[in-house]
């Protein structure tokens, strides 16, 4: 068994209730029901921690190609060459 750490927390009135009732429905602790809401909450904060990291090193990228200013050099393409290209690869989704 893993090595527990005892916490000592207060809680609300309805809180109480409302853990003691999702215990008994789940048959399972008390003590079980509150790990679980932690480990919950402590994997929505490192998604949300890592969402934001993905924005910030994005967003990074984004201004460090704004920087750099337009390109002058004309495209070599056409859009039709591009759609011909496309339906020679994957073929035409209407078929």
């Given at each position: 068994?893993?090595?527990?750490i005892r916490k000592q927390v207060y809680l609300e009135p309805r809180q109480n209730v409302q853990?003691?009732?999702?215990?008994?429905?789940?048959?399972?602790?008390?003590?079980?029901?509150?790990?679980?809401?932690?480990?919950?909450?402590?994997?929505?904060?490192?998604?949300?921690?890592?969402?934001?990291?993905?924005?910030?090193?994005?967003?990074?990228?984004?201004?460090?190609?704004?920087?750099?200013?337009?390109?002058?050099?004309?495209?070599?393409?056409?859009?039709?060459?591009?759609?011909?290209?496309?339906?020679?690869?994957?073929?035409?989704?209407?078929?």
């Amino acid at each position: 068994m893993t090595t527990m750490i005892r916490k000592q927390v207060y809680l609300e009135p309805r809180q109480n209730v409302q853990i003691k009732q999702l215990a008994t429905e789940r048959k399972t602790t008390e003590a079980d029901v509150i790990r679980e809401a932690i480990d919950t909450l402590l994997g929505e904060v490192a998604r949300q921690r890592r969402a934001q990291q993905a924005w910030d090193e994005a967003l990074a990228f984004m201004e460090a190609r704004y920087a750099q200013g337009t390109v002058s050099a004309e495209r070599t393409w056409t859009r039709d060459e591009l759609y011909e290209e496309r339906l020679g690869r994957y073929g035409n989704p209407a078929d």
